[in-house]
C-alpha cells in the first residue's frame, strides 16, 4: 500500500478522535525513515495547543491507532505537534488564529501586502496596510503567512515604561 493511501486512511481514522478532543486535524504526513516510518499528527485549535494537549492527545491517537490495522505491521514513530507560525494560512479558522498577526499575503495577481489582521469572517479577513484598512478575500490569495516579529511596534514603549517604574 502506498503511503499516500496509508496516510488518507490515517486522516480519516483520526480526524474524528481529534475533533472529539476539541480540536482540528491541520495534517497527517507519513515520511519513511530507514526501516520506520515517522506519522506526523498535526493539530491546532483556537487559542494555540499547549504540551498537555499534545501529551494527551498523543494517548488517545496511540490508542486509536494500535486499536486499528491502518498502520499495518510495520514500525512507525509517532509524533503530534501543533503547525509551526511558517504556516500557510489557507482555511478561515487560519486567519481567525492570525487576528493582530502580522501577516505576508501575495494576490492571485501578484499584488504583495504586508498587514496585520484586523478581523476575519468565512470570505475574508481586513488587513491593517500601511495604516489603512484593507479588505482582503480568501479566494483572490495565492498564498499567506504570518510573519515572526520579535518586537511588535508600540512594545517598546511598554517595556521603557515598565523600566521605568522599576
Request: glycine share 8%; no cysteine.
Amino acid at each position: 500500500m502506498s503511503l499516500s493511501s496509508v496516510r488518507d486512511r490515517v486522516y480519516r481514522l483520526l480526524e474524528p478522535v481529534v475533533t472529539e478532543a476539541g480540536m482540528d486535524l491541520e495534517d497527517v504526513v507519513l515520511t519513511p525513515a530507514g526501516k520506520r516510518r515517522i506519522l506526523r499528527v498535526v493539530v491546532d485549535q483556537d487559542g494555540g495547543v499547549t504540551l498537555d494537549d499534545v501529551a494527551e492527545l498523543s494517548r488517545v491517537v496511540s490508542q486509536t491507532l494500535d486499536a486499528s490495522d491502518v498502520m499495518g505491521g510495520a514500525p512507525y514513530v509517532l509524533e503530534v505537534t501543533s503547525p509551526g507560525v511558517d504556516r500557510p494560512l489557507v482555511l478561515p479558522r487560519h486567519w481567525r488564529r492570525a487576528e493582530s498577526r502580522l501577516v505576508q499575503v501575495t494576490l492571485k495577481d501578484g499584488t504583495q501586502l504586508l498587514g496585520r489582521v484586523l478581523d476575519t469572517d468565512e470570505e475574508g479577513a481586513t488587513l491593517e496596510v500601511r495604516e489603512t484598512p484593507r479588505r482582503v478575500v480568501y479566494s483572490d490569495v495565492a498564498r499567506a503567512k504570518v510573519q515572526v516579529e520579535f518586537a511588535r511596534s508600540g512594545q517598546a514603549g511598554v517595556d521603557a515604561e515598565m523600566d521605568e517604574e522599576a
